[in-house]
């Protein structure tokens, strides 16, 4: 008989995975048809899946995925792939702790778990546990991580890289055979020439390998290899110089939305004239009255020259309550099947 977990062990603790929603397997097409005739968010969420499939279905569009907030280690990981997978999106702008701490994380072979109820996050810290919300990582696991960015970029030649440039070598090392779970979004993008911008990359689980992997180099002196910001504003640019009409899908906001938005005006500063984002879609649920980033709507961003007003649609509404039903929505009406993704990794791969 096997002996019962002690309560707030760490085993009990981590005992519930988080399970990603696969929009492959339901048909969201009834819900939102049905949303399409009510009102409040749910209208709101109707419309921001008809600017998602208008933007898949124009020949001339090239999509963008942003992400920001933890949504990925909530369940909603296998959505984002599947946008790449099925050709739905050409790049992605996204915060470091999306892409390192959820993705690549559970790349390697390890999990995201469901709190079961309130824990004093004293004890959690006992056990090396970290939390976000209703959700539990395993921090030594969480460190294993660290030290496989601290391997990867022990191999790479010391000079600057911009993070696409960086999680690019990521994907290549998954595909390389050492991925525990196949099929995660960087070694998809990888495998289909997406293109994934961290541009605040060391703000996540890989600043501490990254920062390690410097102080050995310069404790040996050794040169090292480095992050290059620039880099990564100049490379997204040049994707939007190069796609023309483009189409952003947002969840949550900051530094990933910004940075996004932002390749219009360098186009403009650099003697270009790119046209604003034609279509896009924000989720979120920051309140807009203190004039931060995460909440300023798509119409402020119109008045900055990112974001045509025509095919806008914010909704306000927790992610991962939204986000399968438009990833849903789009798979089953396969608009996708109709375009050619743009593989925007091959524009680096001729300047290199």
Not at 80 to 106: H, L, N, P, Q
Not at 151 to 164: K, V
Not at 226 to 250: P, Q, V, Y
Not at 313 to 326: C, D, K, R, Y
Request: hydrophobic share 40%; proline share 4%.
């Amino acid at each position: 008989m096997t002996a019962p977990v002690p309560p707030n062990s760490k085993a009990q603790l981590l005992q519930t995975t988080v399970e990603h929603v696969d929009i492959t397997s339901f048909d969201a097409r009834p819900i939102i048809d049905n949303m399409r005739k009510m009102s409040f968010s749910s209208r709101d969420t109707a419309r921001a899946s008809d600017i998602f499939n208008m933007a898949i279905e124009d020949s001339d569009c090239s999509p963008w995925l942003i992400l920001a907030g933890s949504t990925s280690a909530g369940g909603c990981m296998h959505v984002y792939r599947d946008m790449v997978k099925y050709g739905m999106i050409d790049a992605v702008v996204a915060t470091g702790a999306s892409i390192v701490d959820m993705d690549f994380f559970e790349a390697l072979g390890f999990k995201h778990y469901q709190a079961s109820g309130p824990v004093d996050d004293n004890v959690l810290r006992d056990h090396y546990i970290d939390r976000i919300y209703d959700t539990y990582i395993d921090e030594e696991e969480l460190q294993a991580c660290d030290h496989t960015i601290l391997e990867i970029a022990n191999r790479l030649q010391p000079r600057g890289y911009s993070s696409r440039e960086f999680i690019w070598e990521m994907g290549k090392w998954l595909s390389e055979g050492n991925a525990k779970k196949e099929g995660s979004l960087i070694q998809t993008a990888y495998e289909m020439g997406v293109p994934i911008f961290c541009p605040a990359f060391v703000d996540s689980s890989a600043g501490f390998g990254l920062v390690k992997h410097q102080k050995e180099r310069a404790a040996a002196g050794q040169p090292y290899m480095m992050l290059d910001a620039i880099a990564d504003f100049r490379e997204l640019t040049d994707i939007k110089i190069a796609a023309g009409t483009t189409g952003l899908f947002m969840v949550g906001g900051g530094v990933p939305k910004n940075f996004a938005q932002d390749t219009v005006v360098c186009a403009e500063i650099l003697g270009v004239e790119a046209e604003m984002h034609k279509y896009a879609v924000q989720i979120t649920v920051a309140d807009v009255r203190d004039g931060a980033c995460s909440s300023s709507t798509l119409q402020e961003a119109a008045s900055w020259g990112k974001v045509s007003t025509t095919y806008e649609q914010m909704v306000f509404a927790e992610a991962t309550t939204v986000v399968p039903l438009i990833g849903s929505d789009a798979y089953h009406r396969r608009g996708w099947e109709k375009r050619t993704p743009r593989r925007w990794q091959k524009l680096f791969e001729k300047q290199a």
